[in-house]
């Protein structure tokens, strides 16, 4: 069975850090695209970043781009979101998710497209 399970979440005041990982099981690791997406009360689900842990290729949403880091451990099969000089727009649920495209479907915000999904963990910036 697939299964991702996220974890790292937490309350931070505005330009902390947090860590969130994704352990994945259930499947070949390297068949799939892992994407971090996020909602907040009352918005759209949004993609965030995303990883082709086959050939390394990321993805970051603009929102993003030069405070977060997405890595992979392939060999524990599990991804990594660094969130760095976070700020309180950037609170919400995380979800991590699978997609057999190159990113694809997390770059165009098609999150009902995605194969299979973790629970989320939450994320909370204070100012």
């Known amino acids: 069975e697939v299964q991702l399970v996220e974890s790292g979440g937490g309350l931070v005041q505005a330009g902390g850090s947090l860590r969130l990982s994704c352990a994945a099981s259930?499947?070949?690791?390297?068949?799939?695209?892992i994407g971090w997406f996020r909602q907040a009360p009352g918005k759209e689900r949004e993609g965030v970043s995303c990883?082709?842990?086959?050939?390394?290729?990321?993805y970051y949403a603009d929102s993003v781009k030069g405070r977060f880091t997405i890595s992979s451990d392939n060999a524990n099969n599990t991804v990594y979101l660094q969130m760095n000089s976070l700020m309180p727009e950037d609170t919400g649920v995380y979800y991590c998710?699978?997609?057999?495209?190159?990113?694809?479907?997390?770059?165009?915000?098609?999150?009902?497209?995605?194969?299979?999904w973790g629970k989320g963990t939450l994320v909370t910036v204070s100012s």
């Open positions: 259930g499947f070949s690791f390297d068949d799939y695209a």
């Open positions: 990883i082709s842990t086959s050939d390394g290729y990321t």
């Open positions: 998710a699978t997609e057999v495209h190159q990113c694809i479907l997390v770059r165009g915000n098609y999150y009902y497209g995605m194969n299979s």
